[in-house]
Nanobody, 117 residues
């Protein structure tokens, strides 16, 4: 089992920045990638970014490329999402995700990001 706890959400004006954090605990050695998804009101949850443990390669949704950056600490206990140049359409609940060997997935409880115009 892996437990994920997000923090860092809040209310920010368009053009502003936020940094989200997700702390992992439990069987973190079994994780091979961590990522972020988001869900806006009335919409389905969508992929935002992911980072792989083996080579630290990162991938991003087209909507956030060049504005968001995903990173981890060396111990792979915490994954970060730096959100820059925020837009009102980035408003959503942001969820941390971990994929472990065996293809099981774990989710955090989410953190709200609200961008005002």
């Amino acid at each position: 089992q892996v437990q994920l706890v997000e923090s860092g959400g809040g209310l920010v004006q368009a053009g502003g920045s936020l940094r989200l954090s997700c702390v992992a605990s439990g069987r973190t050695f079994s994780m091979y990638s961590m990522g972020w998804f988001r869900q806006a009101p009335g919409k389905e949850r969508e992929f935002v970014a992911r980072i792989s443990r083996g080579d630290y390669s990162a991938s991003y949704a087209d909507a956030v490329k060049g504005r968001f950056t995903i990173s981890t600490d060396n111990a792979w206990n915490t994954v970060y999402l730096q959100l820059n140049s925020l837009k009102p359409e980035d408003t959503a609940v942001y969820y941390c995700n971990a994929v472990v060997y065996g293809a099981n997935e774990y989710w955090g409880q989410g953190t709200q990001v609200t961008v005002s115009s």
